[in-house]
């Protein structure tokens, strides 16, 4: 066993910006009124839970990722990115901090959505279409097997959970709703609706989830199902932010290891919950400890996605 017993080792410790929050990977720094530093740590949550051991480089990893899919899906949705380097906004004895696991970003409003995309029947969708035939409500054709690739994308949103809490599947009209709710203020007088940024965000994600999978699909990877994050700015244009098709947000297997029928083997965060599902733990807080085995085989399974995916020698 790792011999870390708690997450808060891990934290930025950054003192010359104001500490917004931490949330379950990254650490929240204002710069100004329009911009927001965000510091990707080694932080390793499941179930949404922060597990007390951390995965050495996971933050550089995500960040180097995030950056390329921000890069060549830009085509597709504005993102968040201002192009500042993390290392001119901290003090000089703080960049280290930042180097290679941090992005100056827009203050933007984000939608109070998880927008999900699946192009394949696994994990929790798997589950609900045995016992209902559909997944989150759309339904599908029946006799599909363990990890068929669906007809076509589909768009699943969720809640986003706060802390210890587990994200809920919501229906499309429910997530209108609530966007609606969340962003009246930040709408009014823009002529946009919740409404209207709710199905333009479903729109993008599909899109977006096209996209990557179709490039993915070069590099010998399937991106069986993803999630995405939108904001919007004061003029009510829809932005992607947080992260982007990483191992924490979706869920990558071999394309040269698929086959129907069978749980894939995959580059993500599944190994972990894979071996947390072995334990008798009832995926509350706090989280069990991780066998250093598990550790560096996580890490191993991240940095080989983030070389396969963006045909470069992670830097670490």
Known sequence: MTNVTTAALFESSIDSLPLLGRGKVRDIYAIDAGRLLIVTSDRLSAFDVILPDPIPGK????????NFWFDKLACVLP???TGIDPETVVAPE?????????????????????????????????KDYR????????????GLPLAAKLPEPIFTPATKAEMGDHDENISFEQAQRDCGAALSGVLYGTGKSGAEIATQARNAA???????ADYAATRGIII??????????????????DEALTPDSSRFWPADGYREGSNPPSYDKQYVRDYLETLDWNKQAPGPALPAEVVARTRAKYVEACELLTGKPFVG
Not at 104 to 121: D, N, Q, S
Not at 131 to 142: S, Y
Not at 206 to 212: C, D, G, I, T
Request: charged share 20%; with cysteine; glycine share 12%.
């Open 59 to 66: 933050g550089k990893v995500l960040t180097q990722l995030a």
């Open 79 to 81: 993102n968040q990115l």
């Open 94 to 126: 703080e960049r280290d901090q930042v180097r290679g696991r941090a992005l100056v970003v827009k203050r933007l409003k984000p939608l109070p959505i998880e927008a999900v995309v699946r192009g394949y029947l696994i994990g929790s969708g798997w």
């Open 131 to 142: 016992e209902t035939g559909a997944v989150c409500g759309i339904k599908l054709p029946a």
């Open 206 to 212: 599909l899109a977006l989830y096209s996209a990557a």
């Open 224 to 241: 069986a199902d993803t999630k995405f994050e939108f904001g919007v700015d004061a003029a009510g244009t829809l932005h992607l932010i």
